[in-house]
């Protein structure tokens, strides 16, 4: 295997090479160019100037063929003051050119010296020492303290959940079979062919993807990839390993497993194992083996007829009779597809899909983005952060809809304190037992938990200390066993509510409703929380009322709330609070502010300018765009206001004293280091792939969004509400005109009775909209969509960006290069500074290909 070193020096090599080739075609070229200028300006005649330029412009070494810029025919050419103008653009091509170059080996030089290597080198420094240590006392006093919770009052709460009195029959047939599959996996566990070359793949693929190795045991696994005789041999010791279960032990038992402390863009931190690459192999190989088995044994418990109760309310018989006669034909509550046809389908489909379970794996090979990774990786499954935006719309949507048809709508949102850390072994280890898994795998997994730890700050003479409560974070194994946990949880809140839908991603836990449900649902939450050792977070629980009552006054009252729910504002991430007067969804402004101050210094610590540009990209756009709510109909343009807004108010914040934005302070850190003045905007904000520095603009994506999104989203609902009285109409026309029949099928008593009675009124037409109407589930589904860029008509010339190029750009680099290309012509005489391969663009890439994280 390749040393680690390899990469960093080449990358730094290749660098500093493209820079000494840029030099070195610069200095001939403005040598050359120098000599041409001088003989011209000393030749009088501006037709004999105009000839000598055309006669010797093409032996200049440019950076591309003069002759073909679409602007200059040579062969027609009679004007002098356009080929001095040519001349000048190839100058600014070589200066920036060089540039590029001179800030890329800034980057590589400024990692190779601090503690950031080159596989990670956008970092941010640690501003919150204080924090830090308040949070690892914490996390210390959880992790290394046991608690014992109730395993015999467990036990029974299971017993009557699943199997006894509390259950009906088929509940328990379900909880059998679940058992049974359970030894049935084990068994085949057993006798499986462990850790082949296609294993190994995606177990690599899913720990690289992860935020859990350290840099250098990133890049020796990207190594290990490469090399077909180490896999061989790691294949055959991890087989060895596995079939000696019963032994095995932490490789690093004695001298204990290094704790890292990691910031994450939240402000929170997370304590990480930085375990040897053979125990992170083979527990991401067990634990997701133990996560797909488990979310298709649950997922089939969940199907079970009679088991998982659901939450749509049944029509009486007689309402559906009744609707059958005056409509002329039963009430369909499906067009026939695999697809849901209404809104009370659509809502159960949303929870098997996406919410159920939604930590465990369903494939072995999946792909899923990474905590606090970017969700446009290539997923070959929604990553967490994708569910949680639709989880959003789901909310905005339901509170607006509901609201709209006139029911009050209660919201309820919580999450566990230090989940993790705090999780009771006592508590796993029954609910294991209790679905049947051996005495020899929970064995295993208390060895797992029990893992000997020390913080890798204190050195190799740090104290190592047994972990007796919690388990490690970005371990599929991890999840395997707080989901087993949760399900739990999930099923005894469905039986106590009579079906309602807990929305829980991890410890997310959300839900709405009925006021009475909700107050049913928070007792059963309390109730399991308490019993299995488990501390719900305060500051991060909280609940609200939200009117359906339509008031004749300039403002919304906000009504009571049961005092039997949680007081605290319903927060969705970090910025964004639910309005009880409004419904909304609005922008936390005080949250908003303290992480403008934190950006502010994290920013002002870079020490090159990619660096900075790479901080600003992900902590000030990514970040906060994603924390802001991806923009979808039912947050409508005041929402997408709000954010413009706010990222407007950033810029203000950060930049006052450089110009007010992003661009005059990149602008002004660049003439600090190369005296270059009047930088052209498209230098800095075009992709790399165009020779720019790729730096993000906030703006240009919510006003590429902003003309697809309704004004009002209660608009779709008006509509929604006069298709519906149209519908009404119509059918009472049709039922009134229509030749009297006589259907067989139908009771004859009822139908004497109906006889004699007018058509349905409008209430009762529109009682069971939910399950009946497929204009309102239209309307829920715009509703619920997310808003898609405008479409960027080319207006560029095919000799400046070729289509199969343009085809190629995201709508907002489409949108950048068209409000740019102008003026970058008119400075270089192309899109592009250089050809394709003069800059160092794969160094950058390579440098931007590393996981954002901040440092100690």
Known sequence: MASHDVLPEMLATISEAKLKEVLSQRTKFESELQQLLNAVNNERDQRLKVKMLLDRIESVPSMSK??????????????FATL???????????????????????????????????????????????????????????????????TTAIADYLKELFAETGSNQEIQAAYQALRMSTQEFEDNLHNDKHFSQCDLKWIIGGLLRSDLLIDLKQKQLKELLNDNDLLLALEEHLKFRMLNLDNWEWSSSKKGIPINQRRGLSGRYRFFHDESLFDAIMLRYIGVKWSVFFQGAMTKFRASPGVWKSPSVAMPKEDQLRRDYFLGSPSAESDGTSKPANVEAHRLQHFKDEIFLEQLTKEEDEIRGAYDGNPEDGDTRKSSIQISQTLLHTIATEVLMKTHLGEDQVVVKTDFKWFGPTLPHSTIFTVLKFFNVSDKWISFFRKVLEAPVKFAEGGPGAAVRIRKRGTPPSNPLSDVLAEAIFFCMDFAFNRDTGGAILYRMHDDVWMWGQEHACVVGWNSIIKFTDLMGLVLNKQKTGSCKISGKVLELDYQVVPSLSKALPTGEVRWGLFLKLDSKSGRFIIDQIMVDKHISELSLQLDACKSVFDWIQVWNIYAVRFFTTHFGQSANCLGRDHLASVIKTFNRIQTSLFRSTGGSVTSTLKQMIKERSKMDDIPDGFLYFPTSLCGLDVKNPFTTPYLLRDNLPVHPKAVLDTYMMQEKAAYETAKTCFEKKTPFRNFNFPLEMSDRLKLEPFMSLEEFSKYREKTSAALFDAYTTLLSSTKCKKITKAISNHYVSLDTWSNLSAYHQSIVQLHASNMVSRFGEILIAEDGVLPTETVNRLRESRFKLQD
């Open 66 to 79: 003069i002759a073909n810029t679409p602007r200059l025919r040579l062969d027609d050419i009679r004007h």
């Open 84 to 150: 001095e103008r040519e001349l000048h653009s190839q100058s600014e091509r070589y200066k920036y050119s060089e540039l590029y170059c001179r800030l890329t080996n800034e980057w590589v030089l400024v990692s190779e010296k601090g503690t950031v290597d080159l596989s990670s080198p956008v970092t941010l420094i640690d501003l919150t020492r204080q924090e830090k240590r308040d949070e690892r006392i914490e996390w210390e006093k959880y992790v290394f303290t046991p608690l014992n919770t109730n």
